[in-house]
């Protein structure tokens, strides 16, 4: 006997190895004249932009540029900076399977090594290496049965959750605000930046993003022994074309500050233009669900079932908390004196623990001190910050989709010993692949042979027996079993007598 099987596909997520290339950077920077003189090199940090992410021809294309951040000691003893750009661009091969669509690309990384060296006052060579990290996630389209139709076909069904995930192009926009200062700056040692979202819709086509961009600056002045740190907030009201995005999806906003300058005010001589460069992207989870044929048989005929192992993904949270990373530490010189500290945060992974997985990143603190000479040098420091709450589940069964940054940072010192506290943004959606058995395919073979001189079985069952299970071991319908016993539900509650009519 032919049955015909209804099909439908399910979307499921999964995650690429992470692709990681080893990025050469060498460089020349050269120092204009109208900055000190280099007389030692502190500290070099090497800052990632990406302005592009796609898939180009079965190939991941990166687009952007390193800002590289040089601090030294002038000649007299003063802490300086010098910035310069170096860009890059790199083309991986992806090896993808028909159906695979790539969904969401994070980009992560950190310094591998760094030497600086000055060539001479005013000249300076950098070589070094950037581990850059793309973590791809697809989405795989996979065929599913819904129903089977056919003369005496019983059938049951269960409800299969699924996700389907939809990012936005970047995009780049200027914002600039008049701030007082206070003190005028004689140079700027470090900017850093990121976005904080108020609202965001998704609207027709579009999505509507309002929120601030905290702008930290970090800057010299005269008359001070010590760097200044303030900390700015410039609104933004943004429009980011979504065409792809549904609006009944849960949405997060990913954006970051690329840059940041100062100028005069031409209007107000008290005050400074500040000016920073964003970068964002939409990234929407919309939740689905599909019904799935779990187990199906014939009231009139002998079957054989094929079956498959159907594997999609439920979103298990949506991340979007503060974290406080507090470090304790001793430095190695009871005469240091901690000029600056400078907070780097690096991505989250998740980790394996007893009986459950965590997610934990780890961020860096860079500590510029002078000693009793009146030498400048930077000493770092780790620590790691974590979601409170573990999941009890295997590593291999969550798909993170996270981002962090440091929202802000604070250090003071005591006597030899220096306290780093900083604030961490962690952001996106964790997911958890499950396995559904489910029915692949259904062939009727013989008829069943009819027992003539039974018309009805009594059947005793027990207390959380299945009623499609009772009914596929006689071949019988199982809604008339139900009707019969006065039951609803699938599931006996209790301890009860069936009646069972013959292939009925």
Same mark, same amino acid.
Request: with cysteine; proline share 4%; glycine share 4%.
């Given at each position: 006997?032919?049955?015909?099987?209804?099909?439908?596909?399910?979307?499921?997520?999964?995650?690429?190895?992470?692709?990681?290339?080893?990025?050469?950077?060498?460089?020349?920077?050269?120092?204009?004249?109208?900055?000190?003189?280099?007389?030692?090199?502190?500290?070099?940090?090497?800052?990632?932009?990406?302005?592009?992410?796609?898939?180009?021809?079965?190939?991941?294309?990166?687009?952007?540029?390193?800002?590289?951040?040089?601090?030294?000691?002038?000649?007299?003893?003063?802490?300086?900076?010098?910035?310069?750009?170096?860009?890059?661009?790199?083309?991986?091969?992806?090896?993808?399977?028909?159906?695979?669509?790539?969904?969401?690309?994070?980009?992560?990384?950190?310094?591998?090594?760094?030497?600086?060296?000055?060539?001479?006052?005013?000249?300076?060579?950098?070589?070094?290496a950037?581990?850059l990290?793309?973590?791809?996630?697809?989405?795989?389209?996979?065929?599913?049965v819904?129903?089977?139709?056919?003369?005496?076909?019983?059938?049951?069904?269960?409800?299969?959750?699924?996700?389907?995930l939809?990012?936005?192009?970047?995009?780049?926009?200027?914002?600039q605000?008049?701030?007082?200062?206070?003190?005028?700056?004689?140079?700027?040692?470090?900017?850093?930046?990121?976005i904080?979202?108020?609202?965001?819709?998704?609207?027709?086509?579009?999505?509507?993003?309002?929120?601030?961009?905290?702008?930290?600056?970090?800057?010299?002045?005269?008359?001070?022994?010590?760097?200044?740190?303030?900390?700015?907030?410039?609104?933004?009201?943004?429009?980011?074309?979504?065409?792809?995005?549904?609006?009944?999806?849960e949405?997060?906003?990913?954006g @970051?500050?690329?840059?940041? %300058? $100062?100028a005069?005010?031409?209007?107000?001589? +008290?005050?400074? *233009? #500040?000016? &920073?460069v964003?970068?964002?992207?939409?990234?929407?989870?919309?939740?689905?669900?599909?019904?799935?044929?779990?187990?199906?048989?014939?009231?009139?005929?002998?079957?054989?079932?094929?079956?498959?192992?159907?594997?999609?993904?439920?979103?298990?949270?949506?991340?979007? @908390?503060?974290?406080?990373? %507090? $470090?304790?530490?001793?430095?190695?010189?009871? +005469?240091?004196? *901690? #000029?600056? &500290?400078?907070?780097?945060?690096?991505?989250?992974?998740?980790?394996?623990?007893e009986?459950?997985?965590?997610?934990?990143?780890?961020?860096?603190?860079?500590?510029?001190?002078?000693?009793?000479?009146?030498?400048?040098?930077?000493?770092?420091?780790?620590?790691?910050?974590?979601?409170?709450?573990?999941?009890?589940?295997?590593?291999?069964?969550?798909?993170?989709?996270?981002?962090?940054? &440091?929202?802000?940072?604070?250090?003071?010192?005591?006597?030899?010993?220096?306290?780093?506290?900083?604030?961490?943004?962690?952001?996106?959606?964790?997911?958890?692949?499950q396995?559904f058995?489910?029915?692949?395919?259904?062939?009727?073979?013989?008829?069943?042979?009819?027992?003539?001189?039974?018309?009805?079985r009594?059947?005793y069952?027990?207390?959380?027996?299945?009623?499609?299970?009772?009914?596929?071991?006689?071949?019988?319908?199982?809604?008339?079993?139900?009707?019969?016993?006065?039951?609803?539900?699938?599931?006996?509650?209790?301890?009860?007598?069936l009646?069972?009519?013959?292939?009925?």
């Amino acid at each position: 006997m032919e049955y015909k099987l209804f099909r439908d596909s399910v979307n499921a997520l999964g995650t690429v190895t992470d692709i990681q290339q080893e990025i050469p950077i060498e460089t020349e920077i050269m120092v204009p004249d109208y900055l000190p003189a280099v007389f030692k090199i502190v500290k070099t940090l090497i800052h990632r932009v990406i302005l592009q992410r796609e898939i180009q021809n079965g190939h991941l294309l990166l687009e952007g540029y390193f800002r590289i951040e040089v601090l030294y000691q002038s000649e007299d003893q003063n802490l300086c900076t010098i910035e310069q750009k170096v860009a890059f661009s790199r083309q991986t091969e992806l090896k993808l399977t028909e159906g695979q669509l790539v969904r969401c690309i994070l980009v992560s990384g950190e310094v591998q090594y760094t030497n600086c060296r000055a060539l001479s006052q005013h000249r300076l060579d950098l070589r070094g290496a950037y581990n850059l990290t793309a973590r791809i996630t697809l989405q795989t389209a996979q065929p599913i049965v819904t129903a089977v139709t056919g003369d005496g076909i019983q059938q049951k069904s269960c409800t299969v959750p699924a996700v389907s995930l939809y990012t936005t192009r970047e995009k780049q926009f200027t914002l600039q605000e008049s701030v007082e200062l206070q003190n005028q700056p004689e140079q700027i040692l470090h900017s850093y930046g990121n976005i904080r979202v108020q609202e965001l819709r998704c609207i027709s086509g579009k999505a509507v993003a309002k929120g601030d961009a905290v702008i930290t600056l970090v800057y010299c002045c005269t008359g001070t022994d010590k760097p200044l740190q303030q900390v700015f907030s410039l609104p933004f009201h943004q429009v980011i074309d979504a065409t792809d995005l549904p609006e009944d999806g849960e949405s997060q906003l990913n954006g @970051t500050v690329i840059g940041c %300058s $100062l100028a005069a005010d031409e209007e107000d001589s +008290s005050k400074t *233009v #500040l000016n &920073c460069v964003c970068l964002m992207t939409v990234v929407q989870i919309r939740k689905l669900e599909y019904m799935g044929v779990a187990d199906c048989f014939s009231t009139v005929c002998e079957t054989s079932l094929s079956r498959q192992e159907l594997t999609t993904d439920v979103l298990l949270e949506t991340v979007n @908390t503060s974290l406080e990373m %507090s $470090l304790h530490d001793s430095l190695p010189e009871d +005469s240091l004196e *901690v #000029l600056e &500290c400078l907070v780097e945060c690096f991505a989250p992974e998740v980790f394996p623990e007893e009986k459950q997985c965590i997610v934990r990143g780890r961020v860096a603190a860079h500590l510029v001190c002078r000693n009793a000479l009146g030498e400048i040098d930077c000493y770092d420091k780790t620590a790691d910050y974590q979601l409170p709450d573990g999941y009890p589940y295997l590593s291999q069964e969550l798909i993170p989709i996270l981002s962090a940054w &440091c929202e802000g940072w604070r250090f003071s010192q005591t006597e030899s010993r220096v306290q780093v506290t900083a604030n961490i943004r962690l952001q996106g959606m964790l997911c958890k692949k499950q396995t559904f058995p489910l029915v692949e395919n259904i062939t009727g073979n013989a008829p069943l042979a009819q027992e003539e001189e039974v018309a009805l079985r009594v059947y005793y069952a027990c207390t959380g027996e299945k009623v499609f299970d009772i009914a596929k071991r006689y071949h019988a319908d199982p809604n008339v079993i139900s009707a019969l016993a006065g039951i609803d539900g699938d599931t006996l509650q209790q301890d009860c007598r069936l009646l069972i009519p013959q292939n009925s």
